[in-house]
């Protein structure tokens, strides 16, 4: 696990050096964290250039973890641990940086595209294996069961799908794609699943409907679409459409389970706080 792409974005002066423009000057406002940021941004008078820089910034950081990660493959090569294996890179959430008002910054808040979207990569060696292209969505949950079938294990982890026919072309009925915000923490109620009253989603296809009861915006359903490589969502008008997701996220509501309190062991706060999520 790496967190090193997650704020401050302070990679190594050679990595900077890559993506940032030394003759940029930035702003104490700038560099003064993301809430700050965030505001700013909302005020519409954020400068096009301190959005650039820091973007720029994050694109260095995770230049670095890149690195990091061929550090890895290459002493797992020289150990000789890549001759038969399964390889699978994949991430938790992605960045905002602007895209959309409300939370113009990081992730956790929202679950438009840009937050939600992630790359999943699966490599393997030392067995016949086509490399393809899957370009509809899947959800993470479908992981665990997709492993398990490439290793020819049972598939019995959880509900998610096993993903295999799509690497060789193969039918493979949809399953709609449910998503859910986790901040901020403070609206929680110990009456009910703890993020129920947060921004939350469901993608079908190429279509992803969002309602927040947080901000009460009303729900919305958008058509989503990439362009060399980049994702974007925009609205659409599709009243049937939309009340067949906003059915589905309803089923999938009523059926959340009972608040949680976050109670954890010694070991797992203590590694939580290596990682950087816990102070």
């Known amino acids: 696990h790496y967190y090193d792409a997650h704020s401050p974005y302070t990679a190594p002066s050679e990595y900077q050096a890559r993506f940032v423009n030394p003759d940029h000057q930035i702003t104490q406002e700038a560099a003064s964290g993301h809430e700050v940021l965030a505001d700013w941004i909302r005020s519409g008078t954020f400068p096009a250039e301190q959005m650039q820089w820091l973007i720029a910034t994050y694109h260095a950081e995770v230049a670095w973890v890149d690195h990091q990660i061929e550090r890895l493959f290459e002493s797992l090569e020289a150990d000789g641990l890549l001759e038969n294996s399964l390889v699978v890179i994949t991430a938790d959430h992605g960045e905002m940086f602007g895209e959309q008002a409300d939370h113009p910054l990081g992730h956790g808040f929202e679950v438009d595209v840009w937050a939600t979207r992630?790359?999943?990569?699966?490599?393997?060696?030392?067995?016949?294996?086509?490399?393809?292209?899957?370009?509809?969505?899947?959800?993470?949950?479908?992981?665990?069961?997709?492993?398990?079938?490439?290793?020819?294990?049972?598939?019995?982890l959880g509900t998610g799908q096993d993903l295999t026919p799509l690497m060789t072309s193969e039918a493979l009925e949809g399953a709609p794609i449910f998503l859910e915000a986790t901040k901020p923490a403070l609206i929680e109620r110990s009456s009910e699943w703890n993020n129920?009253?947060?921004?939350?989603?469901?993608?079908?296809?190429?279509?992803?409907?969002?309602?927040?009861?947080?901000?009460?915006?009303?729900?919305?359903l958008y058509e989503l679409s990439e362009d060399g490589g980049v994702m974007s969502q925009s609205a659409v008008d599709d009243a049937a459409q939309l009340e067949n997701l906003e059915q589905m996220l309803e089923d999938w509501r009523e059926a959340a389970p009972e608040f949680r309190s976050e109670h954890f062991s010694i070991e797992t706060e203590s590694a939580l706080r290596a990682l950087g999520y816990l102070e």
């Open 118 to 156: 992630v790359p999943f990569i699966i490599a393997r060696t030392g067995a016949n294996f086509e490399a393809s292209v899957v370009t509809r969505p899947v959800k993470q949950s479908d992981i665990p069961n997709t492993i398990m079938s490439m290793l020819s294990l049972p598939v019995t």
């Open 196 to 220: 129920l009253q947060k921004e939350r989603g469901v993608v079908l296809g190429s279509r992803l409907y969002i309602e927040s009861p947080l901000t009460g915006d009303a729900p919305t």
